[in-house]
């Protein structure tokens, strides 16, 4: 059972688990491409992001292919599973119930410092007049400060407080936490897998340890998220 993909892994989504369904591919899992994901979901429509490291997240109301320029993707259609991967950056699924939709977010270093996590919730209130507070947030497995290691942190990732820096490591993860709350996410409404990428590479693969090739070949951790 160690090795098989996770089904509602967030606790605080599990309530809502006759509504949405929520699912974690890890590394024995061996999902590579968005055919993988839509045999092993049972998925009559699939979406998945580009995830080009920027800020956009897409409105996707029908089936696509690797949506051009987006790391984020937010649905109100029952039964069109949205498709997000990762390799040690952060992967957020989000969900707001009454009006019944959700979201899959990426965002790695690059995406955090570009916005992408703020952006999110402005493309969620613009289309459906959800607000932050009223939203619940599951974060993914993804590289722990020990293994965020940069050669110099303050030049490479601007707009990140100091206090978020350990000599060469940063806190990803607590940036990420604070740009969630900042948007107006409740802290009791952000629940975070603990798992490092790297340093549980047996059961996650991980670009930093050491799956670099694979993973550029398309063996990610992928996340998924479908309106029942």
């Avoid at 029908?62 to 952060?90: F, H, K, N, W, Y």
């Avoid at 975070?192 to 047996?202: G, I, P, V």
Wanted: aromatic share 8%.
């Amino acid at each position: 059972m160690l090795w098989k993909m996770l089904v509602n892994p967030f606790t605080i989504l599990q309530p809502f688990a006759d509504r949405v369904d929520v699912r974690l591919f890890r590394k024995h899992d061996a999902i590579a491409t968005d055919d993988d994901v839509a045999r092993e979901t049972h998925a009559s429509a699939l979406a998945s992001a580009q995830q080009v490291h920027g800020n956009v997240t897409a409105v996707i109301r029908e089936p696509v292919t690797r949506c051009s320029g987006a790391d984020g993707l937010i649905t109100d259609v029952p039964r069109l599973t949205l498709s997000m991967r990762s390799a040690d950056c952060q992967t957020f699924v989000i969900y707001e119930r009454k009006s019944n939709v959700v979201g899959l977010l990426h965002a790695g270093w690059r995406g955090l410092i570009r916005g992408a996590i703020p952006e999110f919730f402005r493309t969620l209130e613009s289309n459906w007049n959800i607000l932050a507070k009223d939203a619940y947030v599951g974060a993914g497995p993804s590289l722990c400060q020990a293994c965020a290691e940069f050669t110099d942190p303050v030049a490479e990732l601007p707009g990140i407080p100091s206090r978020f820096f350990s000599g060469r490591h940063a806190d990803l993860r607590g940036f990420a936490d604070l740009q969630l709350m900042d948007a107006g996410v409740h802290r009791g409404r952000i629940e975070r897998m603990q798992d490092c990428t790297k340093c549980k590479n047996k059961l996650y693969w991980s670009y930093r340890g050491g799956d670099r090739e694979k993973v550029l070949a398309g063996s990610e951790n992928v996340l998924t998220a479908c309106l029942r």
